[in-house]
């Protein structure tokens, strides 16, 4: 099977052999002439047998008396191509490259219309790394076949290669120039234009692209991008609006049209779109969280636009079904719009999917405190400080809930283990210094609670209510020292100075006065 596929194959070859190495026979009259054209025939059958002889000893291997049978043929007829073609062949695999090239031209020489001599002076060349050579064979195989589109890719390549982007794209132009605009050679030019350096000649490229299939909006998207981080917004919108009208039911095109109304200089209809885009039902949760996490800054986000990026994520949880993903940043959302008793169930939503992160224990003890659910705060509270017992508020809190239950020894260990902890950047310190000075001196322990309240109002100096307190608590000790009195009557003095119709201040400073025996001045 495989002996007869083989002359098959050697039909073939003989069949390409050029006049160099089979002879035409003539029919010339003349007994002179017969001779002749036999003696021809002879010599080209000759030549045809050693032919097969070198392809059957190639195909089975024996490379070396293949050469020397191409080599004999060669001697007899350097003009047959066919044998320089398979010479070439050989000794490339071999590595010989020089003598490889040289064959090779030979072949090419002799049949200068043959594309397969010139594909394999292609492969040589580029095994010797001359692109600029590979090119210039990919330039005649274009020349034998002008209507094959894949040589016109394949030149452009080996311009590439060859580091000739220009002459890269001129040959891509002439493919267009036959077969009209597609995507292939578009893109690949947008490429090249852009390796050179060329970024207005690349969007070119995809905007002639865009116009030639306004039914493929993605090009169009490609376009008005490129236009709009070119800050040419005028260009920009109508590719923008472009695909609007091929395609309604994008999700996306009203996100695209809310940033170019946003950068124009139109926030009402940036909104609009926005929110039109959430509306859509294939826009997942995830995409309109990533959207508006990136769409807005933070100022803009909680300030400037703090009304209307509200309502937008109210909408945002209206349409979305995956409620545990975005939890916490709706709950974030209703706490800075002081609506804590509405964030509660999306904080603890989100804790029963997670209960490791920290912030969001946080949010949740912070949310119990301005609801005053004191069982839960307190329970919650516990908890959190088992999970995370190098974190100050939930400590803070059970102190605050002790306090509450007169249950100040309590309260005092949690306040110390908040301060052996450290108050990092100040988080917390005036308060757990306020609350332990309270705990010590309802615990009698007035003389630890001095200090506590002197660092609290170096923290505060400004606490009239502390200062009202500390004044009182100092004039109500029975051994109270002149020194103490008088500190007293200076921090109350300083209450009734800023607010002289405070009765509960009035009352202290009275009261300090009295006991400093100044009862005539106490009276008023």
Known sequence: MRRTVFYVFAAALLGCIPAGCRSQRTTAATETGRQKATEVDEATLQLEGLLIEAKMQQEAGNDKQALELYKKILTQDNRCAAAHYETAAMLLQAGALDSALYHGHRANELETGNVWYKLLLTNIYGHRYDHKAVAAMWEEIVAVQPDRRENYYQLSDAYLQAGDAENAID????????????????????????????????????????????????????VAEAYMKQKDYRHAKPYYDNIARQRPDDEFIHISLANYYKLTGEPQRAMEELATGFRHPKLSCTDKMQILSTFYSTEEFYKTYAPETYALVDTLVRYCEDSSSYAMFYADVLMRRERYEEALPWIRLYLRHDSSRYEAWEALLICESMTQDSNRLAHDAALASELFPFHLLPHYLLALDAHGRHEYTTALTHLERCRKLGFRNGYLEAECYGLMAECHYRAGEPEKAWPCFDRYLELHPDDMGILNNYAYYLSEMPGASPAQLVHAEQMSRRTIEAEPKNATFLDTYAWILHRMGRDHNALP
């Open 171 to 222: 040959a891509l132009n002439r493919a267009e120039r036959r077969w009209g605009v597609s995507e292939a050679v578009s893109l690949q030019k947008q490429k090249l234009w852009e390796a050179l350096g060329k970024p207005q000649q690349a969007l070119h490229e995809v905007e002639n692209l865009a116009r030639s299939m306004p039914e493929e909006t993605r090009f169009s998207a490609i």
